[in-house]
């Protein structure tokens, strides 16, 4: 029988949590280490919706990338759809374990991941763990063929399953060098080594001036790109010796918040 420590300490093998950024809040958001787990649902955040879904297919035990708990909270109230998320998840005994940004930056975690489905060569680091310079957030790598940039863009919508981009063009040349960071990495353009185009999500304003000044292609991926994650943690699950004990599923209710209008 396997138990909630069980599969925690696996997915610890994978994304260790002092890999964790300061802010961030990963590990067993929720549960008994005690309870048994037979089926897991991976989703990458854990919202009504997915909650509602984990009921009806019976599941012991949801696996996310953004926590379930981010903000530390003062109450828990049934009238807030946050307070009803946990008292749904507590009466359903359904627990749950978050691994972002220790995943974000493992070796063999989500930037790793994402970097291999745009079949990147030559990979590095692109944000360096002072304590290892093996891990860390995003990663740096060349395309197998320099594209336009224009058939660079249909690539990774193909590539990454993304319905749109949103592209910040500093200059027409062509693609071969390429950073990509999963999630909110906006900040880091103004320490990019030399590259073709930096793909990242949630690009705001003020970053995105001045990438146009300093020359530098930026292609917003947006944030629901980090869906990968649910593929990558079910492959690892289902490829580990305990995998023949339980059942993995994706969530098949999440979607990209925005709408092109």
């Known amino acids: 029988m396997v138990k909630l420590k069980n599969i925690y300490e696996e997915i610890v093998k994978l994304a260790d949590e002092n890999l964790a950024e300061k802010w961030d809040n990963v590990g067993i958001m929720l549960g008994d280490n005690e309870k048994s787990v037979k089926k897991i649902l991976i989703s990458l955040d854990v919202t009504t919706s997915v909650v509602t879904e984990a009921i009806e297919k019976k599941v012991d035990l949801i696996i996310s990338h953004h926590p379930l708990i981010f903000s530390p909270l003062s109450k ?104 990509i960071l999963g999630g909110s990495g906006g900040s880091f353009i103004y320490g990019l080594p030399n590259v073709d185009i930096y793909l990242t999500g949630d690009i705001k304003y003020h970053e995105a001036i001045d990438a146009k000044e300093m020359q530098q292609n930026l292609l917003d991926i947006g944030h629901f790109a980090e869906k990968a994650s649910k593929n990558l943690l079910k492959s690892y699950l289902e490829n580990i010796d305990l995998s023949k004990e339980y059942d993995v599923l994706l969530s098949e209710v999440e979607y990209e918040p925005f709408e092109i209008k």
């Open 76 to 179: 828990i109230n049934y009238n807030d759809f946050k307070g009803r998320i946990i008292r749904d998840l507590i009466k359903n005994d359904i627990a749950v374990i978050s691994a972002h940004t220790n995943l974000d930056s493992a070796k063999e975690g989500l930037n790793n991941y994402m970097a291999k489905l745009l079949n990147l060569q030559n990979t590095s680091v692109l944000v360096k763990n002072p304590e290892n310079s093996d891990v860390g957030l995003g990663r740096v790598g060349n395309l197998p063929n320099m594209m336009s940039l224009d058939n660079f863009i249909t690539y990774v919508k193909e590539k990454l399953n993304l319905d749109f981009v949103k592209l910040v063009k500093a200059n027409d040349n062509n693609i071969n060098t390429v950073a």
